[in-house]
């Protein structure tokens, strides 16, 4: 299986802080995802890396890859209450059988 | 339709009686999986179709699971002899691609007294 361990598993900051969460993988990928659930339903992907990618942006999100410590990073600058959820990565590679880790739940508090 | 549906939203079944859990996937899309989560937990792989090949059923956790995907698009998974610790959020995802992004459904909460 190819399972994602998200770090920290809780985080509470103020809004407009930054927001950093980590992701770690045991092997290669072809992509590596983020996803978003609010509420403990249906999960809304957030942001697509490719293994040959270092860094992608996109609005307030930041997610850098580093496959030579198979490590990701998810920043989320400027957060706000709405980005109250809980965050998820998935590393995409050889296999079907894909795991999610158990998030990260973030606190945006206003 | 424009995403994921998934029915029931909610349900509520007595131990011991089947459940049939249905999932719409995107129109066109080949890959379709089904999760579950129990409450606070990361989600669990169940089951992965792509196309017409067989399923990968190596993430159901008993016999008493199975499902089956008609046609290439609706799927239906469904809980024999449902136990109490078979009570979950179950999610449907559908992608377009092997390793594409996957595009989840709203889940169905399931409920076994």
């Known amino acids: 299986s190819q399972q994602g361990e998200e770090d920290p598993q809780a985080l509470s900051i103020q809004e407009g802080e930054n927001a950093t969460m980590n992701c770690s993988y045991k092997?290669?990928?072809?992509?590596l995802q983020w996803y978003r659930q609010n509420s403990g339903r249906g999960l809304v992907h957030l942001i697509l890396?490719?293994?040959?990618?270092r860094e992608k942006h996109s609005g307030r999100l930041r997610v850098t890859l580093d496959t030579s410590k198979k490590s990701s990073s998810l920043l989320i600058t400027a957060s706000r209450a709405a980005d109250t959820a809980s965050y998820f990565c998935?590393?995409?590679?050889?296999?079907?059988?894909?795991?999610f880790g158990g998030g990260t739940r973030l606190m945006v508090k206003p | 339709g424009a995403g994921v549906s998934q029915s029931p939203s909610n349900k509520v079944t007595e131990k011991g009686k089947d459940v049939e859990l249905r999932c719409d996937p995107i129109?066109?899309?080949?890959?379709l999986y089904w999760y579950r989560q129990s409450l606070g937990q990361g989600l669990e792989f169940l089951i992965y179709?792509?196309?017409?090949?067989?399923?990968?059923k190596s993430g159901l956790p008993s016999d008493r699971f199975s499902a089956e995907r008609t046609g290439g698009s609706v799927s239906t998974l469904t809980i024999q002899r449902t136990q109490q610790e078979d009570s979950a959020v179950y999610l449907c995802?559908?992608?377009?691609?092997?390793?594409?992004?996957?595009?989840f459904g709203p889940g169905t909460r399931l409920t076994v007294l």
């Open positions: 995802a559908s992608s377009s691609e092997r390793w594409g992004t996957q595009y």
């Open positions: 092997t290669s990928i072809n992509n």
């Open positions: 890396i490719r293994s040959n990618e």
């Open positions: 998935a590393p995409r590679g050889a296999g079907n059988m894909l795991t």
């Open positions: 129109s066109g899309h080949t890959a």
């Open positions: 179709f792509q196309g017409n090949s067989a399923p990968d």
